[in-house]
């Protein structure tokens, strides 16, 4: 029986308690780290070809919320996702693209940063029924280098 990957977040449904860990510069060389907490709500649509996640997300700074949104290309196998911040509401990213081998999940975008070409990777791994991580990481150099710039560890609620 082979898998369908347009059920690999069927995972993620529902509700989780986020710790977030984020440096506080990106692609400067920084080595500080800002920590706070979140939540995280997942549910399906389009009948599970697609879902989407309500975050709240309660920086040092204050808090907001963002949405994640993830759509499954049944021709090409890969999944898209956006990020739509609630602080910026009329601009979503440029989605990231890509699909689950082996059980960790890639995607990639080509994006900008303070007017530079850069790749951009979010990573799902470590998953279980209970806990998740997701990274994001930056590339200045086409994806020989990588700094990771944003960990969230995931904790079921319900």
């Known amino acids: 029986m082979s898998h369908d990957p347009v059920h ?6 529902g509700s989780w308690r986020v710790r977030h860990r984020r440096l506080k510069e990106r692609l400067l060389n920084s080595t500080e780290w800002v920590e706070f907490d979140g939540t ?3 549910r399906p649509l389009m009948g599970g070809a697609s879902n989407v996640d309500d975050n709240v997300l309660h920086l040092p700074e204050g808090t ?6 993830r759509a ?8 898209a996702i956006w990020w739509l911040d609630a ?7 440029v989605p990231v693209v890509g ?16 007017g530079k070409p850069i790749k951009v990777r979010f990573q799902w791994s470590k998953i279980t029924q209970s806990t998740a991580q997701w990274e994001q990481a930056f590339s200045p150099d ?10 969230m560890h995931f ?3 319900a």
Request: with cysteine; hydrophobic share 35%; proline share 2%.
């Open 142 to 151: 086409g994806g020989r280098t990588w700094e990771t710039n944003w960990v």
């Open 155 to 157: 904790t079921r609620t």
């Open 99 to 114: 699909g689950f081998k082996d059980g960790v999940g890639t995607f990639i975008a080509d994006e900008a940063l303070r």
């Open 72 to 79: 499954f290309d049944a021709k090409t196998k890969t999944w």
């Open 87 to 93: 602080r910026n509401p009329h601009s979503i990213d």
């Open 40 to 42: 995280c709500v997942s």
């Open 8 to 13: 690999d977040f069927d995972w993620l449904f």
């Open 64 to 69: 907001y919320q963002a949405v994640g949104l």
